[in-house]
């Protein structure tokens, strides 16, 4: 499914909930980011709108935190480690052969909105290094089969469909 054909009543219906609860701001933004996947960008404006607001104001709070997007990610969402714990243990291969796989760069998106691929700083399981997660699922002692593995699986998932 194209996420860029999002349901606009369903966005209006979530904006209107919070409507004149300035604080809400996060907490609606975060609804919103779970109900597709991202923020369309075209709700600034409304949202803006119903806390009252500046458009620039809800802008910034989206920019500033990285864990909101304004474009559409991919169904599965690949977050290769890229710190020292597994740089130190061979990450530096392991993302270059995702992205072969994949025939993605990082911070793209495929086509077909199946993968993302993104880099971290820390997965916060250094002990496993190295690592990536997909989505909410951790994959530690990462080598090249395990990787062709993990991703040939969530290939599969998408043929299941
Ligand atoms: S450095 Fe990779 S999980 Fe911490």
Redesign the pocket.
Known sequence: MDPTQFDREKLHEIIDNYRDRKWALIPLLQEIQEEFGFIPPESIEPVADALNMFASQVQGVITFYTGFSLKPKGRCVLRV???????VKG?RSILRLVKKELGLEEGETSPDYQFTLETV??????F????MMVNRDYYGRLNPTKVTSVLGEYRKDKEDD
Request: with cysteine.
């Open positions: 480690c890229r710190g020292t714990a597994c740089h990450s700083a820390c997965l916060g399981a250094c496993l290094a190295p690592t």
